[in-house]
């Protein structure tokens, strides 16, 4: 009897970015953004800052996509600032998996809700959005340099002393 192979996703590893990250996280953003790239500067001042989490996903080996959340002193909002998922990685889980480490680093520091602007032409992004338990609250007409909208998603994280 033939033995049957069995294809199996490689395993996603989501972890704090390093600085040793920083080349890769280039690369990711020019291969993912047409507009709207982060410099490397930015991406640099980032990894180390106290006010941002810059999370990444690898997968085979192999930068898989990076997510940064940033935070203001003493505020229950977090906000996602970015999301990217590498092109060959898209359908894999990379996006589930870095949306949840958003959520995870917002509510460890104590942060009741994490926000987030789309391109409202971006459906996919869109409905993993609503799926996750997203709600849109908002946009900002001409956001984007390509003149599109952003619409603005919500979602409370963490625990609430209302919901005791």
Not at 33 to 47: I, N
Not at 97 to 111: N, T
Not at 124 to 136: H, P
Request: charged share 25%; proline share 4%.
């Amino acid at each position: 009897m033939p033995s049957r192979r069995t294809r199996t996703k490689p395993p996603i590893c989501v972890r704090r970015a390093r600085r040793a990250d920083l080349d890769a996280l280039i690369e990711l953003e020019q291969r993912v953004f047409a507009t709207d790239r982060m410099s490397r500067q930015s991406l640099r001042r980032l990894l180390t800052s106290s006010t941002a989490r810059v999370i990444v996903a690898e997968g085979g080996g192999r930068l898989a996509g990076a997510a940064v959340v940033l935070f203001r002193r003493h505020a229950a909002v977090a906000r996602l600032y970015s999301i990217a998922v590498a092109p060959q990685m898209n359908g894999k889980g990379v996006g589930v998996a870095l949306l949840a480490a958003a959520e995870r680093a917002a509510a460890s520091r104590k942060c009741r809700c994490l926000r987030l602007e789309v391109h409202e032409t971006n459906a996919a992004a869109i409905a993993r959005y609503r799926k996750s338990g997203y709600r849109q609250f908002g946009q900002y007409p001409r956001y984007y340099a390509d003149g599109g909208a952003a619409l603005r998603f919500e979602k409370p994280i963490g625990r609430h002393p209302s919901s005791r």
